[in-house]
């Protein structure tokens, strides 16, 4: 019977047509949801767009490849759990971006300790932020992109960003690994003018190599720290 002037057939193709848009709608909607839900790709490096954010490569790398990723642990060699904490990529799947109790790395350290090793609320603090942050493969935290370049070798511009990116996380205030602090210019002569510094980086006889369990630092860089002592350490 017509209602509202529309025949029977009229309404019943509208409604056909009406259901056939609500399942294109739930579809597209079950499609959106499905692709929120899996986990985003591992961002690419950035450099840190505030000086509140913390720099994954000179900050968090080295306190991770420090405290966790140690043989027997969570090196690539032993992989305690399935995990190993040794580069961005391998961190990152230990992570849910800004969200701290889908974060398994998060939730191993908050608790003090974590099978013998208790990290410093402070180190706490900074996974902890870097997570709500988004957990972002920053690098490059010296202000400036880094290219070693032999003419240039003052410390400012130059030997505190190599220190900033290579040996600060295990060589600061709150973490002095054989009580060597790297953190300012004052430190980091003390250990140039004692000959530590060249001792360690160039993996001399009767030192320690450094950076600690990574690859020697390039030609560049080595040479950068010679020139630098060498000039008297210019700040
Ligand atoms: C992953 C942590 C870590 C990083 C990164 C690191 N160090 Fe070390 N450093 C240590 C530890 C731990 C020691 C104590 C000696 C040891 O156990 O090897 C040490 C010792 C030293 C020593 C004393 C060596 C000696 O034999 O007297 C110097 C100098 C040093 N580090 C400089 C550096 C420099 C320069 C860098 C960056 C190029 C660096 N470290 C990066 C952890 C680190």
């Given amino acids: 019977m017509p209602l509202l002037g529309l025949s029977t057939t009229y309404l019943q193709t ?7 848009l609500l399942s294109i709608c739930q579809f597209a909607w079950v499609l959106t949801y499905c692709g929120n839900q899996r986990s985003p790709e591992p961002t690419s490096p ?5 000086s ?9 790398l080295p306190l991770l490849r420090f405290n966790c990723a140690k043989s027997g642990c969570h090196d690539a060699g032993t992989a305690a759990n399935g995990v ?10 230990q992570v849910s971006p800004n969200n701290l109790d889908q974060s398994a790395l998060y939730n191993a350290v908050k608790v003090g300790s974590h099978q013998g ?6 180190q706490v603090e900074l996974i902890q932020n870097w997570v709500l942050q988004g957990a972002q493969n920053t690098t490059g935290c010296g202000g400036v992109p880094f ?13 505190r960003i190599i220190m900033d ?20 210019f004052d430190e980091v002569k003390k ?6 510094l060249v001792g360690a980086i160039e993996w001399q006889n009767g030192f320690s190599p450094m950076p600690r369990n990574r690859d020697q630092l390039p030609d560049c860089e080595r040479t950068v720290i010679r020139k630098w002592i060498a000039a008297g350490m210019p700040f």
């Fill in 14 to 20: 509208l409604m056909k047509r009406f259901l056939l």
């Fill in 191 to 196: 250990v140039a003018t004692s000959g530590a």
């Fill in 165 to 184: 990116k290579e040996c600060v996380g295990c060589h600061n205030a709150n973490t002095a690994n054989d009580n060597i602090r790297l953190d300012t």
């Fill in 147 to 159: 290219n070693c370049d032999t003419a240039k070798f003052t410390y400012n511009e130059v030997v």
């Fill in 84 to 93: 190993v904490t040794e580069d961005y990529a391998t961190i990152r799947a």
């Fill in 46 to 50: 950035t450099t840190p767009t505030t």
């Fill in 117 to 122: 090793v208790s990290l410093d609320p402070l």
């Fill in 52 to 60: 509140d954010t913390i720099c994954f490569e000179a900050d968090l």
